[in-house]
Nanobody, 127 residues
Framework: QVQLVESGGGLVQAGGSLRLSCAAS????????MGWFRQAPGKEREFVAA????????AYSDSVKGRFTISRDNAKNTVYLQMNSLKPEDTAVYYC????????????????????WGQGTQVTVSS
């Protein structure tokens, strides 16, 4: 089993910043890619960012590219999402997820390939 616990969400004004953290336990964290997804009210969950097991490869959705940065610290079993220049449309519940497949060189944006999910953390951006 894998446990993922997100933290760092909250209320911020437009233009502000937040850093989300996702602490993992239960398996070899450093062997798996990690992703961040979000779900806004009334919308489907969507891909935000992903990082490979080594941290070398990353991917971002077009809506957050240039504003968000994903990173990981394998020594701390933690993945981060630094969110800058936040917009009201970034308001959502943010989830971290762990890829089911170890040592993949290319990160995936496909939700079905992520086997483990956290409970989510709310991010609210006011205008």
């Amino acid at each position: 089993q894998v446990q993922l616990v997100e933290s760092g969400g909250g209320l911020v004004q437009a233009g502000g910043s937040l850093r989300l953290s996702c602490a993992a336990s239960g398996r070899t964290f450093s062997s798996y890619a990690m992703g961040w997804f979000r779900q806004a009210p009334g919308k489907e969950r969507e891909f935000v960012a992903a990082i490979s097991w080594s941290g070398v490869s990353t991917a971002y959705s077009d809506s957050v590219k240039g504003r968000f940065t994903i990173s990981r610290d394998n020594a701390k079993n933690t993945v981060y999402l630094q969110m800058n220049s936040l917009k009201p449309e970034d308001t959502a519940v943010y989830y971290c997820a762990a890829d089911a497949r170890p040592y993949k060189l290319v990160v995936t944006t496909t939700q079905n390939l992520y086997a483990y999910w956290g409970q989510g953390t709310q991010v609210t951006v006011s205008s």
